[in-house]
């Protein structure tokens, strides 16, 4: 299986570096692997989705009536 580091990650899903080593420290990269310091993300892993953003704006529509 072939492996991409978090700087890979972010570059190929458009989110910084820190929201990788996030999502791969919750457990929402499947196949995730720590190598020492480095996380090792499988090439084939998608982006896990980002629930907080449907809340936030859940919540400031309920703010604005």
């Known amino acids: 299986m072939e492996y991409m580091t978090t700087k890979e990650a972010a570059v190929k899903w458009g989110i910084t570096n820190r929201m990788v080593l996030y999502y ?3 457990g929402r990269i499947d196949g995730a692997s720590k ?6 993300l499988p090439k084939a892993a998608e982006k ?3 629930r907080r953003t449907l809340r936030g704006n859940a919540k400031n529509e309920n703010t604005s009536k």
Do not use: A, K, R, S
């Open 48 to 50: 896990p989705v980002d």
């Open 35 to 40: 190598m020492g310091n480095t996380w090792l």
């Open 24 to 26: 791969c420290t919750t």
